[in-house]
């Protein structure tokens, strides 16, 4: 029976990083979690312990450190294209890196109305995504959205669903939709080629799944999920392909008849777990096929 290595990568995970630009009395906050992943030519290190092709994961944490102070992050995807491109031009042994960054959004606290030069509060669990993978001359880029929470008190039902023994939840025609929504898209063909306007793209596309929640008179969080994904699709023609995972954060109406009242949609409990996670994506017919893109497939 023969046994051999098959794919592998390496790197650093969740490196911190916070930047603050001075201009001026203005100050500038980036806060990012930035992964890294290295692939290549890396057999002998698993096979026999020779590390001369293993750049240390932690030259790669010093070099996020470096590339920050070196050049303004911009747009994480650029920044994910630097630190990728630099990985595969300077180490011979690597061929391919994976880069992956969370940005957390800060928001300048106001004082008597007035945005703050340098005082910023926290906006929440919300965070702008990218992951970046580079391979020779191509790469691929993959954005996104984590945490995006939205709610709807009306304009959601879910019935007609099977019934067994162990069925109690009941149908209803008006109900509390809500949940956390995580979006990743990715662009079609060699976008790192081409000029993309990243921010503009991340502003329309959270845009465009908002909008759709809201407007969608909801059968099911399945729906609602595909009509998300689809309306990115119309509006966006440089995306090929969305993938969404939305948790549904029930809200149960409170049974209030013990204290003799009714309770008329208006009153209930917002249940954290366990819950049920909907996943799906939305895909345009004559797409790219996504090479990497999605997985940590090694080229």
């Known amino acids: 029976m023969g046994i051999s290595l098959g794919p592998n990568q390496y790197g650093k995970a969740e490196v911190r990083l916070v930047t ?49 102070k070196q050049q303004d992050i911009g747009e994480i995807e650029d920044f994910a294209l630097r ?124 845009r465009t799944l908002l909008q759709a929640f809201a407007t969608k008179h909801s059968l099911s969080l399945q729906q609602t999920l595909y009509t998300m994904g689809e309306a990115v699709l119309l509006a966006r023609p440089e995306v090929a392909e969305v993938r969404l995972s939305l948790p549904n954060k029930h809200h149960f109406l409170v049974d209030l008849s013990p204290f003799g009242l009714e309770n008329h949609n208006e009153v209930f409990y917002a249940a954290d777990r366990p819950y049920g996670l909907i996943e799906g994506t939305a895909v345009r017919d004559e797409a790219e096929e996504p090479g990497p893109a999605w997985t940590d497939a090694v080229l």
């Open 83 to 206: 630190l990728g491109r630099h990985f595969v031009a300077t180490q011979e042994a690597i061929t391919g890196a994976r880069v992956t960054i969370a940005e957390h959004a800060w928001d300048r606290i106001p004082v008597d109305g007035v945005p703050h030069d340098h005082a910023f509060s926290s906006s929440g669990g919300e965070s702008r995504t990218t992951t970046v993978t580079v391979h020779a001359d191509r790469a691929w880029v993959v954005s996104g959205v984590d945490g995006l929470t939205v709610l709807k008190s009306g304009g959601s039902e879910f019935h007609s669903f099977p019934r067994d023994e162990y069925t109690t939840l009941a149908e209803t025609d008006d109900r509390i939709l809500a949940t956390a929504v995580t979006a990743r898209w990715r662009y079609d063909g060699n976008p790192a080629a081409t000029d993309v306007d990243w921010a503009k793209n991340h502003q329309e596309i959270r």
């Open 20 to 68: 603050v630009r001075r201009d001026g009395p203005v100050h500038h906050l980036r806060d990012l979690t930035v992964s890294t992943a290295l692939r290549g030519d890396l057999a002998a290190t698993h096979l026999t312990g020779d590390n001369t092709a293993v750049l240390t994961t932690d030259a790669q944490k010093n070099t996020v450190y470096a590339f920050a």
